[in-house]
């Protein structure tokens, strides 16, 4: 889709991005009690050794579309050596369904691949209609991420893995993979540049369930490749001999799984994301793929995605679109019959010894972390985002503040977080973080948990939560101190919150530039240019700034579209991860951990979350 008329995206100041990164580091310190004298004579120092980094970073900008992606995407993707599986990989979890045999299993899963060929119909033929802002300004968003969802694929390398796109020679045929029984099948969806009706696709699944149940007891488990860690995953593939340009350009695939409130929900997002190791489904996977449709007959179905070509609310769209194309056509599968009766195709793998090995480690990772993640599921019941907006608030900032606040009552000090802001105002636009652990949250929450006036505790929520509404709607917020408030200054959220937050979304975010500035500076000590990496990088405080112990997602899905959620693994093993989906009366969030870090308590974790919802509901109601 046409994005020259988007604007590129602008390069913050050193000043301005030194300026904010002092403030967090001071947040992180205190919860560390770690002095910040010499990481902050770092950051002063750099003010003018960096300078060289900045003109370098312009002069890319101004050749460059884009010149974010360059450095964010290997730094934030392809050069992470971990395993996809639960460090990587979200999941987002469908509606359960109740199939009465394996044909209704069978039926519903061709319903959904025939829905998401529908939707990249759409999208090859520029029939999705051009997304904007939200809020009164209305910006024309990016759509370049609808091109790559269904054509990207994620290959491993040694060092770093590598965006394969699948070439637009061929779009008269085209097929999608399917794994049953640890196996891959070759199913097509177009020929001759005809989209296959439910019927034919429904007719070649039914093929690839008898020839999996065939071929089991002789099966090569070819899908643990990708299970462990990347550069494993490369090795076994460079020692392959077979041609997979055919799964590569699967667009789709598709994982026929056999039987295998809160506890089903978080039990469905654990089969999503890892399939329950390599003892259970955890084979069955492709995890290199943007888009794995997981369908098990006991009904748990949902998408695993790989996360590096695409945003979530991307992939969420689509996936809608398929449900409902599965709801509002479920009742004409029971007339419909093949047309061509065209078969599926079996992949057939050879693998030597040193292979056979590599798979078995991958195995091994796979059930670690099968064995070591923890995932809950709060069904909060008590208020949604329409009593949050009522209140004045925006439901996303209020929520940042109630995850900040559920921290801080557990573990007594705020952590580095991660919130994407979305960049796709601008060309080829991607995200940049929104650290929600400011030097104002940090003096509201130990109001709150204090013994300082609760009052103050409000006013601090209330003008966080308009502030980051003003951020969403892409508009200044009106801030009317009345003089209780200006008694309060230490816990009001000053105005430079607001600028803080205004520019992160309009491309004056930190963490894209601290990226960017730290690769131009490790490639000029590599490459002789300077003696020694900048200070300010080889701080501790750099290392700790970097790392997310809190990583957060806002994912809602449609009102129509009930009982989904997304959900992920932590990001670094003493941390959590918190997706939530927020709806008119009702908030869904999907807390995680590891469960051998002892830093880390995850039922108390939960119980934080709801509890600091309620307390920030009492200062609402009193």
């Not at 041609?243 to 350009?249: F, L, P, T």
């Not at 089969?271 to 793929?289: E, F, K, M, P, V």
């Not at 004409?332 to 992949?347: C, G, M, N, V, Y």
């Amino acid at each position: 889709m046409d994005t020259r008329a988007l604007l590129k995206p602008p390069v913050p100041s050193l000043d301005h991005c030194l300026d904010r990164y002092s403030e967090y580091v001071e947040v992180v310190a205190d919860g560390q009690n770690r002095p910040t004298e010499n990481t902050l004579r770092a950051v002063q120092d750099f003010r003018q050794s960096g300078l060289i980094f900045q003109q370098k970073l312009l002069s890319i900008a101004e050749q460059e579309p884009n010149w974010i992606n360059q450095f964010w995407l290997p730094e934030m993707y392809l050069r992470v050596r971990l395993p996809l599986p639960v460090n990587v990989n979200p999941a987002y979890i469908f509606p359960l369904q109740h199939f009465k045999n394996e044909e209704d299993w069978l039926s519903y899963t061709a319903l959904l691949v025939r829905g998401f060929v529908e939707y990249k119909n759409k999208i090859d033929t520029k029939q999705i209609e051009r997304e904007v802002s939200t809020g009164k300004l209305k910006v024309n968003m990016c759509m370049q991420q609808y091109d790559s969802i269904l054509s990207c694929y994620r290959h491993p390398g040694i060092d770093e893995d590598v965006q394969v796109v699948k070439p637009k020679r061929n779009k008269e045929n085209e097929h999608i993979l399917v794994m049953c029984n640890n196996q891959g099948f070759i199913v097509q969806t177009r020929i001759g540049g005809t989209m296959l009706a439910f019927a034919d696709v429904l007719y070649q699944l039914r093929q690839v369930l008898r020839m999996s149940e065939a071929r089991k007891a002789t099966a090569i488990p070819v899908g643990a490749s990708g299970a462990g860690d990347r550069t494993t995953a490369a090795l076994f593939w460079h020692g392959m001999q077979e041609d997979d340009e055919e799964i590569e350009c699967s667009p789709i695939k598709t994982f026929c799984d056999r039987q295998a409130q809160e506890e089903h929900f978080a039990l469905q997002g654990k089969h999503i994301l890892t399939g329950g190791g390599s003892r259970g489904h955890g084979l069955n996977r492709w995890y290199d793929s943007t888009i794995q449709l997981v369908v098990s007959s006991n009904g748990v179905n949902g998408l695993c995605i790989e996360h590096s070509s695409a945003e979530g609310i991307v992939i969420i769209k689509m996936a809608e679109s398929a449900l409902r194309y599965e709801r509002k056509n479920r009742k004409r599968r029971l007339i419909s019959a093949p047309e061509r009766q065209i078969s599926a195709k079996a992949l057939t793998w050879h693998v030597d010894k040193e292979g056979l090995m590599l798979l078995e480690k991958q195995k091994g990772t796979l059930d670690e972390l099968t064995q070591d993640l923890d995932l809950v599921v709060l069904l909060f019941n008590e208020f949604g985002r329409n009593f949050i907006k009522e209140a004045g608030f925006s439901p996303d900032g209020f929520v940042q503040l109630a995850l900040q606040l559920a921290h801080f009552k557990l573990h007594g000090y705020l952590v580095s977080t991660y919130e994407s802001a979305s960049l796709r105002r601008f060309r080829f636009g991607r995200v940049d973080n929104i650290r929600a652990n400011t030097k104002e949250a940090l003096e509201w929450v130990k109001a709150m948990i204090g013994n300082e006036s609760k009052v103050s505790g409000f006013i601090s929520a209330r003008r966080e939560c308009q502030l980051s509404y003003s951020l969403v709607h892409f508009r200044r917020p009106k801030l009317n101190y009345c003089e209780e408030q200006q008694k309060n200054k230490p816990l009001l959220l000053r105005r430079v919150q607001y600028h803080f937050l205004f520019k992160n979304i309009a491309g004056q975010g930190i963490d894209n530039h601290l990226c960017a500035l730290n690769v131009l500076a490790r490639k000029a000590e590599q490459e002789g240019e300077i003696e020694t990496l900048p200070e300010i990088f080889r701080d501790p405080l750099w290392a700790e700034l970097m790392r997310f112990p809190l990583s957060t997602s806002q994912v809602s899905t449609s009102a129509d579209i009930t009982d989904c959620y997304l959900c992920y693994g932590a990001v670094v093993r003493d941390g959590y991860g918190c997706s939530y989906n927020l709806q008119n009366d009702t908030m869904i969030f999907a807390p995680s951990a590891f469960k051998s870090n002892p830093r880390t308590n995850l039922p108390a974790f939960k119980n934080s979350i709801q509890s600091a919802l309620q307390d920030m509901k009492k200062l609402l109601v009193n």
